[in-house]
Structures are given as C-alpha cells and as structure tokens.
Nanobody, 122 residues
Framework: QVQLVDSGGGLVQAGGSLRLSCAAS????????MGWFRQAPGKEREFVAG????????YYADSAKGRFTISRDNAKSTVYLQMNSLKPGDTAVYYC???????????????WGQGTQVTVSS
C-alpha cells in the first residue's frame, strides 16, 4: 500500500503558475499509475491529469490541456503537476492519487493524498 502527501498549493493571481508535488512512501511507487484530481466547493471531484508507471503516457482533462503538465520522478517517488496560466476556475483542493491499473478509469485510483488548496484570484 502506498501513502501519499500532497504539497505546493497556495494563493496565486490569475495568469500565474504553481507546481504541486506528491511524495509517496513505500518501495513500489513505480508500480502505480498516478493522477491528479480536484474538487471545488459544491462540485464533484474531477479528474485533471494522469501519468503511466514509466511516465511515457499522459492524459489530461480538456480543462488542463495546454496549461498543465504532469510528470513523475520514480527515483524520488514523487509526481508533479505544473500548472500555468491559472484561472479563477482552477480554484479547488487538488489531490494526487495512485491507480492500481489504468490512468483513464477514475475507479482504479485507490490511494489518495490529503489534498492541497489552490486558490486563484482574479
């Protein structure tokens, strides 16, 4: 079982950037596909981006394409989400998650970080 700790959130002005990090504990990080999700107040949690076990496959929600980049460093057991050109609509709690199978199926994400707040001001 993997344990995840999210960090890197904060307050940023529209158009700014943030990089989120998710550090994993345990020796099997590279056996998991990883993803980032977010949940805004009053809304359901939504998928943002996913990355395969070796980092060669990535997948993004339409809202993230062209602005966000997911990456991972298996040697450091860490996954990142670089967010550029942030908008007020990106305001949410962001969660990293580990998938036991596909990066595409939200139901495969079984292990979750505690979340990190991202607030984008206009």
């Amino acid at each position: 079982q993997v344990q995840l700790v999210d960090s890197g959130g904060g307050l940023v002005q529209a158009g700014g950037s943030l990089r989120l990090s998710c550090a994993a504990s345990g020796p099997t990080f590279s056996s998991y596909a990883m993803g980032w999700f977010r949940q805004a107040p009053g809304k359901e949690r939504e998928f943002v981006a996913g990355i395969g076990r070796l980092g060669s496959i990535t997948y993004y929600a339409d809202s993230a394409k062209g602005r966000f980049t997911i990456s991972r460093d298996n040697a450091k057991s860490t996954v990142y989400l670089q967010m550029n050109s942030l908008k007020p609509g990106d305001t949410a709690v962001y969660y990293c998650a580990a998938s036991i199978s596909s990066i595409f199926d939200p139901s495969d994400y079984k292990f979750w970080g505690q979340g990190t707040q991202v607030t984008v001001s206009s």
